[in-house]
């Protein structure tokens, strides 16, 4: 069972420049998260999807847009980015359905724009 | 304001010690969960312990329990007989039930180091 998988691991990339971060889970989880983790700052929420079709938007959304086409696919784009969008990028999944709904992580994808 | 806060941005315990990492949070909510998140050196985020506000019990999971102090908004990890493994960031973090939505707020972490 591979869980969650992001592509890429990392990334250098120009500013301006547009870029799809994609995450996949196999686990049928309803629900999925992009957050990012900046140093001193824990992690962020960025945008989030309770099921498949819908999508919201979470602490710092500003520069991103995201996409819930299936239950198993949400990629976030950086339409034009910017250096501070330099962040390591985390995709989560939970099942809103039961137990302690808690989210499982993907393994990250370091972004770094220049 | 901070929702969860996180007070030790170091700590360090001796091999085979017990050592507690602390978390207070705040909310209005009466439902809220709260989580413990180890993240090593390899970035991968892996989930610990859980504790629900309704929880008359602290929870344990192995070597990890839950010091959760509903008056006092504390929900300190106690990491009993520490290994070299446990040497990576902890995080602490509230899910709130909000619109229909269950949102995970973070704090901002705490990095332990276990020496031999």
């Known amino acids: 069972i591979a869980g969650i998988t992001q592509a890429p691991t990392s990334q250098i990339l120009a500013a301006g420049r547009r870029m799809t971060l994609r995450c996949t889970q196999d686990m049928r989880h309803n629900a999925m998260y992009w957050y990012r983790q900046d140093l001193g700052l824990g992690l962020r929420l960025i945008h989030y999807?309770?099921?498949?079709?819908?999508?919201g938007k979470g602490e710092v959304p500003d520069g991103y847009s995201v996409s819930r086409a299936n239950t198993d696919d949400f990629p976030l784009t950086l339409a034009s980015a910017v250096p501070s969008q330099t962040s390591v990028y985390f995709c989560?999944?939970?099942?809103?359905?039961?137990?302690?709904?808690?989210?499982?992580f993907g393994p990250g994808t370091r972004l770094t724009v220049l | 304001a901070q929702k969860i806060t996180q007070t030790q941005p170091g700590m360090f315990v001796q091999e085979k010690e017990a050592v507690t990492l602390d978390c207070t949070y705040d909310t209005s909510d009466p439902s809220y969960g709260l989580f413990w998140y180890k993240q090593p050196s390899s970035g991968e985020m892996i989930f610990l312990i859980y504790?629900?506000?309704?929880?008359?019990q602290n929870a344990t999971e192995g070597r990890y329990s839950l010091n959760f102090q509903k008056a006092r908004k504390s929900a300190n990890l106690v990491i009993s007989a520490s290994q070299l493994g446990d040497s990576a960031m902890y995080f602490c973090a509230m899910r709130e039930v909000n619109t229909g939505f269950q949102k995970l707020v973070f704090g901002t972490g705490t990095r332990l180091l276990v020496s031999p």
């Open positions: 999807s309770n099921t498949a079709g819908t999508t």
């Open positions: 989560a999944s939970s099942d809103l359905a039961g137990g302690y709904n808690e989210q499982f």
């Open positions: 504790q629900g506000s309704y929880d008359q």
